[in-house]
């Protein structure tokens, strides 16, 4: 499930949407929201990462930790990078 939909019509530019894009679904992964099973937990990470992107935050490693902090969870390990934190998770 992509962010956009929890966008509710406000605009980004398509590099903040794409980091967007990728902390939410690193985010649900971490949280294990496999095939989104908790509607209302994935649309709080989603509200989280969109709040972060609108006080300024663009990158997508920040978005996604500091949603998962603000949501009482431990972000992934700082060691993996973004793009390798999904199998991290998958294990």
């Known amino acids: 499930m992509p962010i956009g939909q929890f966008l509710n019509g406000e605009n980004f530019d398509p590099e903040t949407t794409h980091a967007m894009g990728v902390a939410f679904e690193v985010a649900c ?3 294990q929201l496999r095939n989104r ?3 209302a937990t994935t649309a709080m990470v989603a509200q989280k990462i969109i709040a972060l ?3 300024g935050e663009r990158c997508a490693t920040a978005l996604c930790d500091r949603a998962l902090i603000e949501l ?3 972000p992934p390990p ?3 990078p973004l793009n390798q934190r999904r199998r ?3 294990q």
């Open 53 to 55: 992107a609108k006080a």
């Open 29 to 31: 992964v971490a949280l």
């Open 72 to 74: 009482g969870c431990p």
């Open 37 to 39: 099973s908790d509607p």
């Open 88 to 90: 991290v998770f998958m």
């Open 78 to 80: 700082a060691a993996a």
